[in-house]
């Protein structure tokens, strides 16, 4: 049965904090409880990144974790990951389906209301929507603001994740807005202490569940 991301979803991103790896980030997470986890690799050659995901499936696998591999569908069925991340640009949501099967996990990132709408006729099983603040590592794209989660709510079939800027002041905007995630990176992997800090991520996206 496949695991859909709910609550906190973690992007790696080693260049964020130099001298901490895709791995030494995912184990500190994995200890704070992440359930989620997004490899995200575009500087490392193929084989380099396979290395890397290779491992994260170890470990994520022990912990009980799901793990989603950025935009490479050779490397998640290489590794066995949960599934893929696709932005626009990518592979084919519908062909990805076709060869990940219908057990595989396959997200979509989608920026504007008009691309939500579009993603409701593709075989996906979340989208992504941001950035909903000023992101730290994505600045392309002007914030959309915590209400289109409320107006993407009443259109989507599926979940919605949250991405781009979300910190702990904000993140319970974010999912009482309607999110079924949050996705995070420098917040969490910028902290010197990120095992408490995914701990207390996931404490605040819960309160506001929970309430």
Do not use: C, W
């Not at 974010?174 to 917040?187: E, F, L």
């Amino acid at each position: 049965m496949k695991k859909i991301p709910s609550g906190l979803y973690l992007i790696t991103d080693q260049y964020i904090v130099k001298g901490l790896s895709h791995i030494q980030i995912a184990e500190k997470a994995l200890l704070g409880g992440i359930k989620f986890i997004q490899y995200r690799e575009k500087q490392l050659s193929k084989r380099e990144s396979y290395k890397i995901a290779f491992q994260l499936r170890e470990i994520t696998m022990r912990f009980g974790t799901a793990l989603i591999i950025n935009d490479d569908i050779d490397i998640a069925m290489a590794v066995d990951a949960n599934g893929v991340h696709l932005g626009q640009d990518d592979f084919p949501a519908q062909m990805a389906r076709k060869i990940l099967g219908n057990d595989k996990i396959i997200g979509l990132s989608t920026h504007s209301l008009k691309e939500v709408e579009e993603a409701q006729s593709l075989d996906v099983d979340y989208i992504g929507i941001g950035p909903i603040f000023k992101s730290a590592t994505k600045d392309v794209r002007e914030p959309l603001g915590v209400d289109i989660i409320k107006e993407i709510k009443k259109i989507s079939r599926v979940p919605v994740i949250a991405i781009g800027g979300i910190n702990e002041e904000n993140i319970a905007d974010v999912m009482k807005a309607g999110a079924d995630a949050a996705a995070v990176i420098s917040a969490i992997i910028s902290r010197e202490d990120i095992t408490a800090a995914v701990k207390g991520f996931i404490r605040r996206a819960g309160d506001v569940k929970i309430k």
